[in-house]
């Protein structure tokens, strides 16, 4: 059973960095590739990173430049660094994996960025 469970979100002042975390089991994210989406307040869900099984990385254009996907085979878990937050990044963020045909979603950990 694929099981996605993110940490790492928080309260951030605008302009600071968070790291947030989806450690994952019952799959293999380098060989099935893992999504990063986020969700804000009254807005659809978006996806804002993504890293494929063959390495190709995916970026929104509203955080290229601020956010870097990256994972840790070792510990199979996938990484979104988000820096220089700004307010609009206020959001639900999600691990995502779509594999055998259906897709797979963590319970999200909230970012908020306020000062």
């Known amino acids: 059973q694929v099981q996605l469970v993110e940490s790492g979100g928080g309260l951030v002042q605008p302009g600071g960095s968070l790291r947030l975390s989806c450690a994952a089991s019952?799959?293999?994210?380098?060989?099935?590739?893992m999504d990063w989406y986020r969700q804000a307040p009254g807005k659809e869900r978006e996806l804002v990173a993504s890293?494929?099984?063959?390495?190709?990385?995916y970026y929104a254009d509203s955080v290229k430049g601020r956010f870097t996907v990256s994972g840790d085979n070792a510990k199979n878990t996938v990484y979104l660094q988000m820096n220089s937050l700004k307010p609009e990044d206020t959001a639900v963020y999600y691990c995502?994996?779509?594999?055998?045909?259906?897709?797979?979603w963590g319970k999200g950990t909230l970012v908020s960025v306020s000062s």
């Open positions: 995502h994996e779509f594999l055998y045909n259906m897709d797979y």
């Open positions: 019952g799959t293999i994210f380098s060989l099935n590739g």
């Open positions: 890293i494929s099984s063959t390495g190709s990385i």
